[in-house]
């Protein structure tokens, strides 16, 4: 996951209003004899999980240089009988499982690089692969895929359909994604759906997401205009074109990061003001050559469209003014994949985690959050349905907080558990679908 460290203090921040959420204990009383064998499989196998996190964890890979990572993965994917295939995109490993019987295909994915870092590890886990260290969590989403795929294995007799795990080098670079793809990820299989999650620094035991955009949808417009001895009256006119298309006055409740917790128009409220948003950050860039000028800044929306209106609108503002014939192009110069959420499908599976383990497990969120974030899990999205949830990974109790990017990331390991009982437990269902 690429974050700010704006957007960090955000995620904080929302962990803190849901502290009320219990920690992850005992199992939820559940009907179902098939998730109680899921829960009975990630109880066998919980503490054998643990110790593979751990060994990702001392040994860190960065993104391009997954080969041990990626060795350690295929032979637990080869050990549970499945169909195994490698070095796609760079060290990306794809595991097949078959049930011989027809039915849905589902696809979970998991990203496995880490990141640069110096510091010391506040877990007593020391990397052991200098200037590295797992501080996003990726060795917890590997982990957890893993236990996914050994509980459904164990299980495969009592599933139908197909299922394929993905595990996804280079996410931090957002790389990953795009050079599996390029690579053939879609003529080698070929899934209805697919879901992902990430530690996010809730409380353990907690799964969270929402429809569509889950963070705000970030990007860079440029417009650019033939070089004259008017640029600095076009510049003025360009900036008040821009900050015009902003729909949140400066005096907004919506600007004090606070509110984000607020019970009435926070991101867990029904009625929250963070939705249906455009902000335009104040700093502009500008760059000139000797053809053209051109003014740059950063936007950030709740609403897709909204987004994709911006263009076509400015274009149009633009050429009814007296600038027309100095005006080049209005193009978004940089922009990060964006999760999004399928609509339909975080319905479904929000509500079909809440019937299985208790709706204190599952949490709605209503707004978005007012900051660019990017996981190239995005590019998965634009050709197959999907969800990204955030997983609680902290315990608060205990003083760990599972703040990805951070020198204290750290994580109560209980997660991995509750990651693959709930996860397991949603793919089952999906595949009866």
């Known amino acids: 996951m690429t974050s700010s460290n704006k957007l960090l203090k955000i995620v904080f921040s929302i962990s803190v209003l849901l ?31 643990v110790k593979i996190r751990r060994d990702f964890h001392t040994y860190p890979e960065l993104s391009d240089q997954e080969k041990r990572t990626s060795q350690q993965i295929t032979a637990y994917l080869t050990s549970l009988g499945m169909e195994v295939h490698t070095n796609l995109g760079g060290y990306g490993v794809v595991g097949i499982l078959k049930t011989n019987k027809k039915g849905k295909r589902i696809a979970w994915r998991a990203d496995i690089d880490a990141l640069s870092s110096n510091l010391p590890d506040v877990e007593g886990l020391q990397s052991r692969n200098e200037g590295v260290r797992h501080i996003c969590g990726h060795d917890i989403h590997t982990t957890i895929g893993l236990g996914i795929a050994n509980v459904l294995a164990s299980l495969k007799d009592n599933l139908k359909g197909t299922i394929y795990f993905i595990f996804q080098p280079s996410e931090e670079n957002l790389k990953g994604a795009k050079a599996m793809i390029d690579d053939g990820l879609f003529k080698l299989i070929d899934p209805d759906e697919i879901y992902a999650l990430h ?120 050429n009814s003014s007296k600038y027309a014939e100095k005006l080049i192009e209005v193009v978004y110069s940089s922009e990060y994949p964006t999760v999004f959420n399928n609509k339909e499908l975080t319905s479904k599976t929000l509500n079909k985690l809440s019937d299985i383990y208790g709706n204190r497990h599952v949490n709605h969120l209503y707004g978005v959050v007012p900051d660019g974030r990017s996981d190239d899990f995005a590019y998965f999205q634009k050709r197959i349905p999907g969800v990204y949830f955030l997983l609680g990974g902290s315990n608060f109790e205990k003083g760990i907080i599972s703040m990805p990017h951070s020198a204290n990331f750290a994580v109560d390991e209980n997660c991995i558990k509750f990651g693959v009982n709930a996860f397991s437990s949603l793919i089952v269902e999906r595949l009866k679908n």
Do not use: C
């Not at 204990?25 to 109880?43: N, P």
């Open 199 to 318: 530690i996010a620094p809730m409380q353990v035991g907690l799964i969270a997401t929402r429809p569509e955009l889950l963070f705000a949808e970030h990007k860079t417009i440029k417009v650019s205009y033939k070089n004259s001895s008017e640029n600095q009256l076009v510049i003025a006119h360009t900036k008040k074109l821009l900050s015009g298309i902003q729909n949140i006055e400066p005096d907004s409740e919506f600007w004090d990061n606070r509110n984000l917790l607020d019970p009435t128009i926070g991101l867990g409220s029904p009625k929250t003001i963070y939705k249906d948003y455009l902000t335009v950050n104040k700093k502009f860039t500008i760059a000139e050559t000797d053809d053209q000028i051109s003014i740059r800044t950063i936007l950030n929306s709740s609403n897709r469209k909204k987004m994709e209106s911006i263009i076509p609108m400015l274009k149009q503002d633009i």
């Open 19 to 49: 502290l009320t959420i219990p920690m992850f204990g005992q199992h939820a009383v559940i009907d179902s004899t098939l998730h109680k064998k899921v829960q009975q499989r990630t109880d066998q196998i919980f503490d054998s999980l």
